[in-house]
């Protein structure tokens, strides 16, 4: 059921000046599949056109926040970039469900792109104050953080897709695609839901994001203990040369 339930998220982008930004050298990144499922709670279908909650990964509370990762490994390209892991990291204020009376986490809403495409979504509404951030480490260790959306809108520039690896399905026929889980989702708090781990792609300019260089380990005890001991012999040999030889 997977292949007919392909996901696009909403584009965005963002530029950070300062001290800490790169070159703003363009990266596009292959999303493993995730660790955690991605979940649509239907809402309803008006006239073709599907609307869900959409929760990305699992999500806790937080600091009286709803905080929801999405993790996995990624493969790229672009050099710094050929593998890792990322974190998509989404965080709601409140720990309250959805409205409506939909057991959803999740206040994010997402929207059918066309009657011709109605498996597909777009994040069409999203609640003030909402921030998600895709997190990654790459194998040399570098952290990199690049924003998402903040503050309920997001930025412009910055883009990730994800597409189903496999499904299942509450309160939905057989068929288990996503219309019909807005189909058969209504506002009483017995929404069709789909869920399944997902695959995808990010990409993203090396300007928008904060960089976190590899920890660099202190010496072993050991090996500070010789390097004193060391220039120690050294400052004594040179001290006993005679002057002139």
């Known amino acids: 059921m997977g292949r007919y339930l392909t996901v696009i998220a909403a584009l965005v982008w963002v530029l950070v000046s300062g001290s800490g930004a790169m070159a703003d050298t363009s990266?596009?990144?292959?999303?493993?599949?995730?660790?955690?499922?991605?979940?649509?709670?239907g809402i309803e279908d008006s006239g073709g056109i599907g609307y869900w909650y959409v929760q990305q990964g699992n999500c806790s509370a937080t600091g009286g926040n709803t905080v929801c990762n999405l993790s996995g490994n990624f493969t790229g390209s672009t050099a710094g970039f050929t593998s890792g892991t990322y974190d998509l990291v989404t965080t709601y204020n409140g720990t309250s469900p959805a409205p409506y009376g939909v057991s959803a986490p999740s206040p994010l809403v997402g929207g059918s792109v066309s009657t011709s495409a109605p498996n597909q979504f777009e994040f069409i509404d999203v609640t003030d104050g909402a921030t998600m951030t895709l997190d990654l480490t790459a194998s040399d260790g570098t952290r990199y953080s690049i924003p998402i959306l903040s503050g309920g809108s997001f930025a412009n520039g910055a883009g990730f897709n994800v597409f189903l690896a496999s499904s299942a399905c509450t309160n939905v026929p057989a068929s288990c695609n996503l219309i019909d889980a807005a189909f058969y989702g209504d506002l009483s708090g017995t929404a069709g839901v789909i869920q399944g781990p997902v695959t995808g792609n990010a990409s993203f300019l090396l300007s928008s994001a904060t960089v976190t260089p590899p920890n660099t380990s202190a010496p072993e005890p050991g090996t500070l203990a010789l390097t004193l001991s060391a220039l120690g012999l050294l400052f004594a040999a040179k001290k006993f040369i005679p002057m002139g030889s």
Not at 27 to 41: E, H, P, R
């Open 27 to 41: 990266v596009s990144i292959n999303l493993g599949q995730s660790s955690q499922n991605y979940v649509w709670y």
